[in-house]
């Protein structure tokens, strides 16, 4: 794996150069450009917020529901989006991948890096709803690049293993986007945890995004200390995911010029 790692290193310039292409490639002719990024949580945002605070009367303690839920829904789409185009960014390389050689991986992780630009971009307008909302910022902020780590580790993890899978199977395609709607009801996006019931809580917290999302909430939105326990659980799981799908991946980039 070392090995591997090294020769990912030496094509950093391509990694660059593609990431650099998709992000150029994904706002060409639209009207708003990169405002997109943003657009997309915002309207979610009020959805939700007419559904969840006005009609639902969820509560949030003190912080505000808008801010509550773009919070999630900023980490949810950094998530989805990198996965979703983790996942088809070998089968829509094809000339690169049969006639050109270098390391597969460098595909779903241009893919990341172009999904985490747009995620500092939507993380731009939380930081002004923040400010707007009068949220104090405290120590425990410093808790957000760990928490970022963990789910950076998380989404290459999955995009790895579901890209070098969809090339093999492209049921993948379809079933990947139903089963992200699922898990992001499943997970605390738009709703708080404490609306799960209490017996079926720890069972629910072993959702990784699970802790990743309450752990940016606590540090940001609620100047408290987040679970080390949820956030361990979430680095724990993440790594194996992780290394689990790079040896995966590894041993597929072998046949995707014969089966694509």
């Keep these: 794996m070392l090995s591997n790692l090294a020769k990912l290193y030496s094509y950093k310039e391509l990694l660059y150069n593609l990431a650099l292409r998709e992000i150029k490639s994904k706002y ?27 009609f639902a009367k969820v509560r949030t303690g003190d912080v505000p529901y808008p801010l509550f839920s773009y919070c999630g829904l900023v980490v949810w789409a950094f998530f989805s989006n990198s996965v979703l185009k983790g996942m088809s960014s070998i089968i829509s390389n094809i000339n690169l991948v049969t006639k050109t050689y270098f390391p597969r991986e460098i ?41 970022l780590i963990i789910q950076i580790i998380l989404v290459t993890g999955f995009s790895l293993f579901l890209s070098a899978f969809n090339v093999f199977k492209r049921d993948a395609g379809y079933v990947v986007p139903i089963a992200l709607q699922v898990w992001m009801f499943l997970s605390p996006i738009v709703y708080p945890v404490n609306l799960v019931p209490e017996n079926y809580r720890a069972l629910y917290m072993l959702n990784p995004v699970a802790c990743i999302v309450e752990g940016y909430r606590s540090s940001i939105l609620y100047g408290q200390m987040p679970s080390l326990r949820e956030l361990g659980w979430a680095a724990v799981v993440s790594l194996v995911i992780l290394v689990a799908a790079y040896i995966y991946f590894k041993k597929a980039e072998m046949k995707f010029a014969d089966i694509i």
């Excluded at 959805?47 to 006005?54: E, H, I, K, M």
């Excluded at 779903?108 to 923040?130: E, M, N, Q, R, T």
């Excluded at 009068?134 to 928490?147: A, H």
């Design 28 to 54: 060409k002719q639209t009207m708003i450009g990169i405002g997109w990024v943003v657009f997309q949580p915002l309207v979610m945002m009020f959805v939700f917020t007419a559904v969840f605070s006005y």
């Design 107 to 147: 595909l779903p992780l241009s893919a990341i890096i172009s999904s985490f630009v747009d995620f500092l971009v939507a993380c731009l307008l939380f930081l002004l709803l923040v400010i707007f909302y009068g949220i104090p910022f405290t120590g425990y902020i410093l808790m957000v690049p760990l928490i």
